[in-house]
Each structure stands twice: as structure tokens, then as C-alpha cells.
């Protein structure tokens, strides 16, 4: 293999990290963290790295108070002459959250930085720094090693001291990737999290506790605090130091299987607050503050979800926004569907990225899967949530927007696209192939599916045979919500070759065992 990891990157963090560390206020089992204000400002939730290219990242962090954000940087760990930018006073308007824009870094090298924050009213008044790492784009075809997985502290299984906490994210930064991608569900806004959970064996799962997680989330606060709970995990906390993310959002963050222009039923009594679309714009705004997302920050002219990373010639990834532009969940049998699961304007943006794109690989990054059978049952209805709706001949619904963009794909001869999702709770490929399909106008291709990172699995779902799905692995339950304590937590590994530009998938286990594994060629169609 082509890719190298670049030395002193552990190093940093050993040091950073216990820092960090220091700087956490301890959490009691049932209690949140008390922001004591004396002193000067702390950064106890670490830092976070997202959306990098080849000359600039940006830089997250959270104060405890009012505090000015500083960013210096580094090409060593000893920060020796280090550059300083001057990011944005942190307050109350963004719950204390900032980001700083990195901009005019060198290619393809390692960045160490650290974060400081001043006092507003005595800027040499200074926190202890907390550093981070990340890698910036390559120009040249240098190799690339990304992981994808999604579904955080879902179905009530949440931060279980007992079991170390989010232990998969250790197994994850191991592999030393260049990036990772979310594929939603960040947060289970609907989800509450209760001191403990009975196991099948008659034991308890104990959760950490706060107060934002203990009812659905539907003010600004408490989508606040759902995104502050999962910070409060010291692995998920030393990962955001060590690799930076490309952050998409799902349903959870706002409330199950939710669409636009839903009214939650008189019959839900969590419930105070019946307007989705209320909860949404509340929900992307915590979203915004809490995730370092280029088009998210204020002041960018996109303000959307939706975009593409690029990574060199080798890769280009297309994060999608299956969530703000999607109809509303029927049983999606209908013949017209013009605005579908992603909404006009964003197939159109897809096709025009696509085909604008000259990287050998094209991930879509989806947030939920093309031929998997998801129902909706929110509410008592019989609707579906994703694409397929288990009708196996032509397309109808959302599929007539899949087979759109699949027909493009192929008519333009654009090479190399791989779908990547979660969302359903385990871990499977599958292979697409025109000759076992009802609709034949499109290349084959894969999907791979990964998740949860740390909430209840489930039985794999049916497959619909519109598009000629083969599910070549799957790795799933044969109960629904299984806990983590249980295992059946998974991520999906991506390295591409910087010599061959073959493209390698391995989906994993928690604890990083290789479940299965498939290569795929560079330019090759069919495969």
C-alpha cells in the first residue's frame, strides 16, 4: 500500500489528549457537568477537525464562558514559531461553540494545532491549550484511507461506564485514517437516555446521564445538550483530536423518520411541540454549532448540508442531504415523483457534480440505503422511510428518482461511483446488477452498508428487487435492539492505493476485526 502514516501524529495526541483529560469536568452517573466560571476559560469537550482540503481545515471547539477562540498551528508538535489565527468570540448565541477557518496551508502534510481561549476582557488571560491533529489534502496521487459509520447512543444505549463508553472509536483512530464520515444520526434527539436498561441476561446496562437526555429533545437547549452528551465520552473525544470528520445528518437528529411539513399526532405525548419543521430549524442550528461543517458556518453562502469533499485526484466524496428536501413517507407506490428523496434542486446539483468530477473514485456518501426495504411505522402507518418500498418491479415512488440519476450515471459513462450509507443498524454489502433487476438502464455497482456506533442492531431488512440488489455479506441480529454490550457494532474501512487506484472496502467489527472484504478496480464498469 501507497499510504504512509506520517510519524509524531500519536505523539501530539499523548500529550494533548492528557491535557484534555485534565480540563473535563468529571461526570457522575445520573449528573451533567457543572460549569464552575471561576478561573479562566476551559475547552472540557476537546476539539474537532471537519471539512479539510488541500489548503485549509476547520477547527471546532467549546468554552465554559465567554472566551475568544485562538488557533495556532504547527508543522511540529513542539510548536516551535507557530502561526496564530483569531477565531470568533464564543457566547451564548452559538451555546459558547466556535470554529476557526485554517486557510493557506501547505498540501498533503500533517497540521498540529491547539486551541486556546482568552478571556474577552483580559486577552492574555488564557485557558490551557487542547491540540489536535489532521492531515490536509494531497495534490498529487498519494493513497487514502477514510472510515464511514453513523448511529450514536440510539434506542437508550448510551455512555455505559461499565463498558469503557464509545470504545469503538479507540478501534477506529488505530487504523490512523485521513478522515471519517458520518452518515447521520449524530445524536437520538427522540431518544432519552435513563440511568439504566435491563439485558436480557437479567444484569443492567448503566448509562451516563444528564438532564437534556432525559426527554425528547424539542427546545434549542435540549438539541444543545443531546450533541453535549456525546461529548462527555473521553474516546469519542480523543478521536475528533486525531481525525477529522465529513459530518452528515439523518432523521435522529431531529425525531424519527421525520419529513417536511410533519405534524407529530395528538396521540404522542412526548410531545409539546407538534411542528417538525419548528423542531428542524432548532435541531440544524444545534447541528451548525456543534460540527465543524464549511457550508453550515455563519456567513457561508451554501447553508446547506449537502457538498462535496475532495480529496486529491484518487477521490471525490458527495455528501448528501436525504432529509431536508424528501417528500413526505407514503406508501411510495405512486408513478409521479418529481420531488422525491432528494428534492429536484439537490439531483440536479448531484448530476452536475458528478459529471464535473475527474477522480478515479466518486463515494456517495447516502445517509440511508437505495435497496433495502425501511418501513415508517412512526405513527401506525404502513410507509416507507428510504427508497425501496418492496415492490419488485418497475420503479415507483422515490425509486423513479434513484433510476433517473443511476440512467445518467451510466449514459454519461461516469466511472467509479460506490455507495456508502448506514442508518439500518448493521453491516452488509450489496451488488447491484441490471441483469437481475426490473429496471436495466444502469451500470452495476456497489453498496456498503456499516453501523451502529454505539446503539441497539437489528435483523437485516428485505431487499427490493427494482434495482437487482445481491446481498453478497450481511452481519446482523435475528432480535431486534440489541445493545452494545451485546457487540454488533460496526464501521466500514475505505483505502484506496495511490499506485494501482484500487479501491479496497472492509467492513468491521467494534473491536476492528475484519468482517469482510472487497477490492474493486479503477475504470472498470460491471464489477
Known sequence: MSHRPFPGRRSVLRGSLAASAALTVPVALGAAPALALSGRPKAGWGVQ????????????????????????TSATESFRNPHRWHGPLLGPDTDFTGTTRLRGLPSGQQIHYRVLLADPDDPRRT????????????????????????????QGWGINPDLGGYRIYDAMARLDPDFFVCSGDNIYADGPITATQALPDGSLYRNVTTEEKSKVAETLAEFRGNFRYNLLDENLKRFNAQVPSIIQWDDHEVRNNWYPGEVIAASDTRYTEKNVDVMAVRARRAFSEYFPISTLRPGAKEGRVQRVMRHGPLLDVFVLDMRTYRNANSPDNQTVDPQGILGREQLDWLKRELSRSRAVWKVIAAGMPLGLVVPD????????????????????GRELQIAELLRYIKHRRITGTVWLTADVHHTSAQHYQPSRAAFTDFEPFWEFVSGPLNAGAFPANDLDNTFGPERVFVKAPTVANVSPAQGYQFFGEVDIDGHSGELTVRLREQDGTVLFTQTLQPGRVGQ
Not at 479539510?52 to 471547539?61: E, N, Q
Not at 496521487?141 to 464511514?148: A, D, E, K, P, S
Request: no cysteine; hydrophobic share 40%; net charge negative.
Open 127 to 154: 485557558g490551557e491549550p487542547v491540540a489536535g491533529t489532521f492531515r490536509t489534502v494531497p495534490t498529487g496521487r498519494r493513497g487514502v484511507r477514510f472510515l464511514w459509520s453513523g448511529d450514536l447512543a440510539g
Open 377 to 396: 411505522a412512526t405513527e401506525g402507518k404502513a410507509n416507507i422511510e428510504a427508497v425501496a418500498q418492496g415492490d419488485p418491479g418497475a420503479p415507483l
Open 49 to 72: 477537525a471537519g471539512d479539510v482540503t488541500s489548503d485549509s481545515g476547520l477547527v471546532w471547539v467549546r468554552s465554559d464562558r465567554p472566551a475568544r477562540m485562538i488557533v495556532e
